[in-house]
């Protein structure tokens, strides 16, 4: 496989699981054929919809190793390879580029709060030594922030840090990243890890997304990608507006990533329940949830309905708002190119 510019919609899986709580390998390996058939662009296992934290170090390369094998150079591997210190994380980029893994992607130091300049120290000191294009995980609401000014000067000083994955939702950071970046690396790639927002996302500048629910409607994300980037923006837009009621749902309704999990069962997967232990209360909203989810999920044509029936579609979006949205990035876009 060539080291390509990373582009397109790169799905975080789930990682279904046995009854014991064991990775699930067939049904890993089906899934993943599943993905790469539907048209994702490329597949990012042990992101933060894979619940890499809840995996020991051997688990995590067992799944990169599993969906690298199954892939067969058929779609792109972006490997996450977030490892509690540099020491481990600089292994675990070492494995993965002998796998033969496209790039890793890299959260920032959790648990422990960061400044800009320890930040950049970290994600330097991996640059320095990976064999590996690396890919920096921003993720502010989980651990700690990598500012405009980071971004820059990382992809300044280091050739092998390539892309940005972003998942604060932030339009007008994201445009600052861009503006700040891609004059000195035209080759950099910024992908959004905010589903509510990737058609906006796309017309400002990303290159794609690593999203969740191209995880669950693989086949919306990847239409919703084409439509942007073909600029049919009207289209695109409704197709928006139908993905975040969705994603909304799975994201909202129960810890993350339950609801996601939720939504792959009704696709016909056998995911198992994940390792984070539930309430009995949370079991039984879980049961409820999963009726909304499959409702959402019948209305674009995927599941059918629950034995309790669904409630009548509410009215599309707004045409004037899907309008009003979409001249506001445009003109804020323009602004920043001028």
């Known amino acids: ?109 959790f648990y422990y709060k960061l400044s800009p300049p320890a930040v950049y ?77 990737l058609v906006p996302m796309l017309l400002v500048g990303c290159d794609g997304g690593t999203n969740a629910t191209s995880g669950i409607v693989p086949e919306i994300t990847r239409k919703l990608y084409d439509l942007t980037v073909t600029r049919r923006i009207d289209e695109a837009m409704a197709l928006q507006y139908r993905l975040l009621k969705l994603f909304d749902a799975m994201l909202y309704s129960a810890d993350f990533p339950e609801g996601f999990r939720t939504a792959l069962r009704l696709r016909g997967f056998k995911t198992g329940k994940g390792r984070q232990p539930l309430a009995a209360s949370q079991e039984l909203d879980l049961a409820r949830i999963s009726d909304g989810i499959q409702c959402l999920l019948a209305e674009e044509g995927f599941t059918g309905e629950p034995d309790s029936g669904c409630p009548p579609k509410t009215s599309s979006a707004d045409p004037q708002q899907v309008e009003r949205i979409v001249r506001s990035v445009l003109e804020e876009l323009g602004r920043e190119k001028s």
């Not at 048209?39 to 067992?62: A, C, I, K, M, Q």
């Not at 892309?163 to 790639?189: E, Q, W």
């Open 121 to 197: 120290a970290y994600f330097k000191e991996i640059a320095d030594h990976t064999p590996i294009d690396v890919t920096l995980y921003n993720i502010p609401m989980f651990a700690s922030p990598i500012d405009v000014p980071t971004v820059q000067r990382l992809a300044e000083e280091c050739p092998k840090i390539v892309a940005i994955k972003d998942s604060s939702g932030d339009l007008p950071n994201m445009m600052r990243m861009i503006a700040a970046v891609r004059p000195s690396r035209p080759d950099f790639t910024f992908l959004t890890g905010w589903d509510a927002a």
């Open 1 to 109: 496989m060539t080291n390509s510019r990373l582009a397109g919609i790169f799905t975080p899986n789930i990682v279904p699981l046995d009854d014991d709580g064991q990775i699930n390998e067939p049904e890993l390996r089906r899934y993943t054929d599943w993905l790469i058939e539907r048209g994702v662009h490329g597949l990012y296992p042990n992101g933060s919809t894979g619940e890499f934290t809840r995996f020991t170090p051997d688990e995590r390369r067992r799944i990169i190793a599993i969906m690298v094998d199954h892939a067969r150079g058929r779609a792109p591997i972006l490997a996450g390879a977030a490892e509690a210190n540099t020491k481990e994380t600089i292994a675990a980029c070492e494995y993965y580029h002998g796998l033969g893994a496209r790039a890793v992607a890299i959260v920032a130091p």
